[in-house]
């Protein structure tokens, strides 16, 4: 049927071109030249001039009133509230000029339009008119200039002391949560130590040698593979063999450096160090905030460039592989009060990825909860209990039995023997 329609107006389109053609030919016949235009024709598109800025202003208005609906719902955060403002305030400006220099348009196209008996009235120029829609529309942009700045250094402002991080881990094509342990602060990371058990790299004692044994037991094992087969592998192959065991060497020596500094750093800040906060962090697969609580969002990117998008908390920031960048700012209304305003039982807030990334942009989002902070403890209290390291593994038959502290699956590092959760240091 719309292919039909598509057909239906391509196919009107060419016969009016078409006829158009044959009664400028028929003109000609009767002897009209093409140039001249008679006051019959004049008087016609002036009217067609009046008569355009209805059906145009008309189209808009349609427009503005069927799509309203359609617009993002009250904004969900405080900041929000603010850019809304400031948008409003534009559209205001905006539509009012538009009507404005649109109606002048049209009403002056139409009203001088040519008659043989009226030749035009030669006004070059007028300093007071010059001055006037220059000043005036300066002024505007400079007041628009001044409040957006000013809404912006409000938003950008550093958060207020003691404001929660939760970290934003974008890769193509899914989102990762971690949230600070009882310490309140979220450990260092560094992408050379991720594996699977650690996708977003912390960095512990642990985690290094965790990642540094792997290391070792596939370059023993592309060892063996070359000594054993190097007689009768293609030289190519020998190549790309030879090729891999020095990277992984190179990384090797990375996560010593790293080590090397790690310790450093542990022997002059102790427990303060970036290094010592890693353990009790969370990761996750859900995005729960507190309303009415500030928070900072750290993100991150593991491969390309995202941008962590969250349409009805008007927050976005891009997640740029290499960097942490930051937004802070404080919801106001929760996941049930909006399920009530905008009067869908099933609405939730989401975050999406507003950056194509790749094949699957499309579907990188992650559900987000905004709750009532008593809820919220609840929630973060529960995932507190599988922390980084630390936590009981969760194996079945272990489960009746209180595990022993010391339980780990890396069994390496010194620093696993710590109990298992960091309770007591909750404030
Ligand atoms: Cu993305």
Known sequence: MTLLIL??????????????????????????????????????????????????????????????DSLLPVSASEHGAWTDDLLNFNWVILIAVF??????????????YYRKDRRAYYYPHNNKWELGWTVVPAVVMIGIIIYGLAV??????????????????????????????????LGATDFRLINDNNPLGI???????????????????????????????????????????NHLRRVSARIVNLRTLMMQDIAEKGEDSQYKHG????????????????????????????????????AQMNAVPGMSTR?????TITTDSMRTIVQDPKFEFVLLCNKICGANHFNMQMPLVVEQPSDYDAWYTEAMKKPFEGAAQPAAPAATTPAPATTDSTGTATAQATPVTNEPKKN
């Open 327 to 331: 937004i802070h700012m404080t919801p």
């Open 152 to 185: 912006w250094n409000r938003i950008v402002a550093p958060p207020p002391a003691g404001t929660a991080q939760v970290e934003l881990y974008a890769q193509q094509f899914n989102w990762t949560a971690r949230y600070p342990g009882p310490d309140g602060k």
């Open 99 to 112: 009507f404005l220099t649109n109606i002048l348009l049209f009403y002056f196209a139409g009203k001088y």
């Open 279 to 314: 353990k009790d962090d969370v990761v996750l697969k859900e995005f729960h905030l507190p309303v009415r609580r500030p928070v900072e969002l750290v993100i991150r990117s593991k491969d390309v460039i995202h941008s962590a998008y969250m349409p009805h908390l008007r």
């Open 203 to 245: 960095v512990t004692e642990a985690s290094i040698q965790t990642r540094l044994d792997e290391l070792a037991t596939t370059i023993a094992a592309s060892e063996k593979k070359l000594a054993e087969q190097r007689e009768y592998l293609p030289e190519e192959n020998i190549g790309k063999l030879e090729d891999e065991i």
């Open 7 to 68: 057909a239906a107006i391509v196919l009107g389109v060419l016969a009016v071109t078409r006829l158009s053609r044959v009664y400028e030919l028929t003109a000609e016949l009767r002897g009209k030249r093409e140039w001249e235009i008679s006051d019959r024709d004049g008087r016609m598109n002036a009217r067609l001039f009046w008569a355009f800025p209805f059906a145009y202003f008309g189209f808009f208005l349609w427009l503005t009133l069927n799509y309203k």
